[in-house]
């Protein structure tokens, strides 16, 4: 019997969603990382391979607020990026992290923003 650490759990769920979870240029992934200091996420297009948009926690008016409200505000930039690159509808991957707290204030955040998925 083998004991996994807590990340390595993660990436097991993280593998198991990626393998249903897949972005196109219409409609790409939301791809979303979250550390104990802040979080990020960014648009994928899997079948090029590129990144079409992203949002880090490090940016300068992101940096002074507290994670819940960054968390919001990252899915609301995300979905301004989204629209100025034209893009409507996305697929949320959560990244092996639990639909709850700041994960789902992202996802919140970017729906307000006018992103659909």
């Known amino acids: 019997m083998t004991v996994l650490t807590a ?3 993660r990436l097991k769920r993280r593998r198991r969603v990626r393998a249903k979870v897949h ?3 219409e409609r790409p992934r939301i791809s979303v990382f979250r550390s104990n200091r802040g979080i990020s996420a960014q648009l994928i297009d899997d079948v090029a391979g590129r990144t079409l948009a992203a949002v880090n926690w490090t940016e300068a008016e992101l940096r002074g607020l507290s994670r819940a409200d ?3 505000r990252v899915g609301t930039l995300l979905a301004e990026r989204a629209k100025a690159a034209g893009i409507e509808t996305a697929v949320f991957d959560r990244g092996g992290y639990q639909y709850h707290g700041r994960v789902q ?11 659909a998925f």
């Open 7 to 9: 990340p390595a759990r």
């Open 23 to 25: 972005g196109t240029a």
């Open 70 to 72: 960054q968390s919001k």
């Open 105 to 115: 204030a992202l996802a919140e955040g970017a729906r307000e923003g006018g992103l």
